[in-house]
């Protein structure tokens, strides 16, 4: 009978000793799981999920710290952040290996995406000789160049520099004279096209209906058949500076040097010979979030009567 209170100590030993063990910890680690907008920390309400084989943990915010079992996790974003902002990706990378005792960091970096970019252009004037004039009929001498202006301008992050593709086109009618045919001849002068300030020009060419006609081109203008000529030009523009664009279409007689893009080969001595002219011109901008500006209306016509030498 002496022996039970031994026997009963025993089992309670044995007992404690069970209990003791189960309540030891298992291995354990940290996820940090934080983010950025634009590169600097932020902290806010947005969701996510951390994921193993047979787990899946959800999160609503951050910074924010889980105690878990060492593994290999998946960081995954599901919605929310900075408003206005957009996910961009996970860093260091979006799946990590846990171990006991150890930490890995899951950073959701979100970015303000820039400004919506916006091309425009829209009919300034026509010039003669580098002077603004009305719309209507106009009688010139030699030496003498058509020009017409447009302005230009980009909408979006102010100061940053972008690639705009523009064509502009000249309708040339030949409406009155004794001539059956005039030739034009192509010139494609760099300085023909330029902006004021000053951009860089990446590409021109002249066109006759669509087709290049890079310098030497001879051009047959037949009286009351209208000729489609284009220049294709490509700018480095700045964003949100105002640009003033001008063409020196036309040079009468033969250019011998000037800035111009097409030039009336020598008439012959004669009535004088008439032509209408009008112009139109777009811009194309990749990524521009309104087309609805990027073309002009035919501009009004401008007539020139040359006066041919007697």
């Known amino acids: 009978m002496k022996k039970k209170p031994i026997a009963i100590g025993l089992v309670l030993v044995a007992l404690i000793a069970v209990f003791w063990l189960s309540c030891e910890p298992g291995p354990q680690g940290t996820i940090d799981v934080k983010a950025t907008l634009d590169g600097a920390p932020w902290t ?144 494609n002068a760099d300085g023909a096209v330029f902006m004021d300030p000053p951009a860089t020009k990446l590409y021109q060419m002249t066109t006759v209906e669509g087709v290049d006609a890079p310098y030497c081109t001879e051009v047959p203008l037949l009286k009351c058949e209208p000729v489609n000529l284009d220049v294709e030009i490509e700018w480095e523009l700045e964003i949100c500076t105002d640009y003033t664009k001008t063409i020196n279409w036309l040079h009468f007689p033969e250019a011998n040097g000037a800035p111009i893009l097409f030039d009336i080969l020598p008439l012959f001595p004669g009535p004088d010979r008439v032509f209408d002219l009008t112009s139109w011109g777009c811009v194309e901008l990749e990524g521009d979030v309104n087309p609805d500006n990027d073309c002009t209306e035919p501009c009004p016509t401008l007539t020139i009567v040359i006066q041919a030498p007697l």
């Open 44 to 187: 806010g309400a947005v969701e996510y999920t951390l994921t193993r084989t047979g787990q899946n943990l959800t999160g609503a915010s951050v910074e924010k710290s889980f105690n878990v079992t060492p593994d290999t996790w998946t960081c995954a974003y599901v919605s929310g952040g900075p408003a206005g902002a957009n996910f961009v990706d996970i860093t260091p990378s979006a799946t990590q290996a846990l171990v006991d005792g150890g930490t890995i960091t899951f950073t959701l970096n979100f970015v303000t995406p820039p400004p919506p970019l916006d091309a425009s252009i829209v009919f300034d004037t026509w010039t003669i000789n580098g002077v603004p004039v009305d719309p209507g009929i106009h009688f010139v001498p030699p030496d003498t160049i058509i020009d017409i202006r447009y302005k230009e301008h980009v909408d979006g992050p102010e100061g940053e520099v972008v690639t705009v593709y523009q064509t502009c086109w000249l309708r040339i009618h030949y409406v009155e004279g004794e001539d059956e045919v005039i030739w034009l001849h192509a010139v």
